[in-house]
């Protein structure tokens, strides 16, 4: 039983643990990051396959031509977002992966490890749309 009576508890602490009642730091921002960039990959890799497969049941050409009229219209914006999305999502992805080997849990390792995650993915999505624009691979 309670030691003290309900009316007397210390009502000014939340009931379970909930996201917004820690303060947001760099580990739990790049934490639910990684989460959402795999979700609109996914679900990029969704639309696209589901639009390659309606390809295939004939006049559908017009959904062909509607889907590139918008990503003409929004390609630099959509590049950029798509590449940045990918590569971070890499780069967190191998953190995870030395995480994975046992390397990397003190807070200075952890905190390093984001910082580089971070700038790999800035060097590696500017040298994607490098490659892209400026060389001609698209």
Known sequence: TCA???SKMNNTRPLS???FSFRMHMLM??????RITGIIITSLFIILVACSHLSYLG???????????????????????????TMYHFWNGIRHLIWNLGWGFQLNQ????????LAL???S??????????MGFL
């Open 4 to 6: 003290l009576p309900i």
């Open 17 to 19: 643990p909930f996201l």
């Open 59 to 85: 006049d559908s050409w017009f959904l062909w031509y509607s889907l590139g009229k918008i990503v003409n219209l929004l390609n630099p914006l959509i590049l950029l977002a798509v590449t940045g999305f």
């Open 29 to 34: 921002l790049m934490s639910i990051s990684h």
């Open 125 to 134: 999505t500017g040298a994607c749309l490098f490659l892209v624009y400026f």
């Open 110 to 117: 952890a905190y390093t490890t984001g910082y580089l995650v």
């Open 121 to 123: 993915t800035a060097l």
